[in-house]
């Protein structure tokens, strides 16, 4: 049969009971599109749907229920396009669109795992950035999460530099954990570090830090560049913005009392 004549059958399934799902699993179901307020519930075959209409109206007896046939035109990707990622334990199930980006941190005093609400923001921000191709400094890496976050976002060219000896150590461990990220570490004073033409700049420190630093952070990006900036609080904000003015607060979220920016 031509793909494009072949139908699908279904049942549209309005006003949804509670258990409905499990009571799909005595059907022979290939795939569910759960809607906002419309179930589309596809069988193997029309003698597999009918069977279904009437058992599931014998056993819901308010259930709203419609026989449709679907023109196949790819239903199947286009009914699963908004699946997201399961996590079930250690266990990580997803479709390609949303395969998760793993980063192994082995804990060590003083440096980030990636459970601080700054650094959660600051991996937020980079994902709505296209990072393919960039070149990234993250400033003050600490354990170097969010430079391997840029790598394996697709980063070509990632810099972690911290002036602690010890920081830059455990990211170095962490990296041979995570052998698909790609970082080039240093340790250095920000004040010191020679010129780039960063695409992006990470700087994941404190208010203080970030406004007496504002005008070398800016000095690392090209004319197009952009800043995620975090590590400061709300009450803080006004100040950070002043020291980075005039670039333009592209994206900007807040978490408690810690607030992530991302200006151009």
């Given at each position: 049969?031509?793909?494009?004549?072949?139908?699908?059958?279904?049942?549209?399934?309005?006003?949804?009971?509670?258990?409905?799902?499990?009571?799909?699993?005595?059907y022979h179901v290939t795939a569910i599109n759960e809607g906002d307020e419309v179930w589309?519930?596809?069988?193997?075959?029309?003698?597999?749907?009918?069977?279904?209409?009437?058992?599931?109206?014998?056993?819901?007896?308010?259930?709203?229920?419609?026989?449709?046939?679907?023109?196949?035109?790819?239903?199947?990707?286009?009914?699963?396009?908004?699946?997201?990622?399961?996590?079930?334990?250690?266990?990580?199930?997803?479709?390609?669109?949303?395969?998760?980006?793993?980063?192994?941190?082995?804990?060590?005093?003083?440096?980030?795992?990636?459970?601080?609400?700054?650094?959660?923001?600051?991996?937020?921000?980079?994902?709505?950035?296209?990072?393919?191709?960039?070149?990234?400094?993250?400033?003050?890496?600490?354990?170097?999460?969010?430079?391997?976050?840029?790598?394996?976002?697709?980063?070509?060219?990632?810099?972690?530099?911290?002036?602690?000896?010890?920081?830059?150590?455990?990211?170095?461990?962490?990296?041979?954990?995570?052998?698909?990220?790609?970082?080039?570490?240093?340790?250095?004073?920000?004040?010191?570090?020679?010129?780039?033409?960063?695409?992006l700049v990470l700087a994941n420190l404190t208010g203080a830090l970030l406004v007496s630093a504002a005008d070398r952070l800016r000095q690392l990006?090209?004319?197009?560049?952009?800043?995620?900036?975090?590590?400061?609080?709300?009450?803080?904000?006004?100040?950070?913005?002043?020291?980075?003015?005039?670039?333009?607060?592209?994206?900007?979220?807040?978490?408690?009392?810690?607030?992530?920016?991302?200006?151009?």
């Amino acid at each position: 049969m031509d793909k494009s004549s072949r139908t699908w059958p279904a049942l549209d399934i309005r006003h949804v009971p509670e258990f409905l799902e499990a009571a799909l699993t005595d059907y022979h179901v290939t795939a569910i599109n759960e809607g906002d307020e419309v179930w589309r519930v596809f069988f193997h075959d029309h003698d597999e749907r009918d069977r279904a209409a009437a058992g599931l109206r014998s056993e819901f007896t308010d259930l709203s229920l419609e026989a449709v046939d679907v023109a196949d035109e790819d239903w199947a990707a286009r009914s699963q396009a908004s699946l997201r990622a399961v996590h079930v334990g250690r266990i990580i199930v997803a479709p390609p669109w949303d395969a998760p980006v793993t980063i192994v941190v082995q804990p060590s005093m003083g440096f980030g795992t990636g459970h601080h609400a700054t650094t959660q923001l600051c991996l937020a921000a980079l994902q709505q950035l296209e990072l393919r191709g960039m070149t990234v400094i993250d400033v003050g890496t600490g354990s170097g999460v969010l430079a391997m976050a840029a790598s394996l976002l697709g980063a070509a060219n990632v810099i972690g530099i911290d002036d602690d000896a010890d920081a830059v150590t455990a990211a170095r461990d962490n990296l041979t954990l995570n052998p698909r990220a790609r970082v080039s570490l240093q340790v250095g004073d920000l004040r010191q570090m020679e010129s780039a033409n960063a695409d992006l700049v990470l700087a994941n420190l404190t208010g203080a830090l970030l406004v007496s630093a504002a005008d070398r952070l800016r000095q690392l990006t090209d004319s197009g560049g952009r800043l995620i900036l975090s590590g400061f609080l709300a009450r803080e904000e006004r100040d950070v913005l002043h020291a980075f003015a005039p670039l333009a607060v592209e994206h900007r979220d807040q978490e408690e009392e810690w607030v992530c920016v991302t200006l151009r």
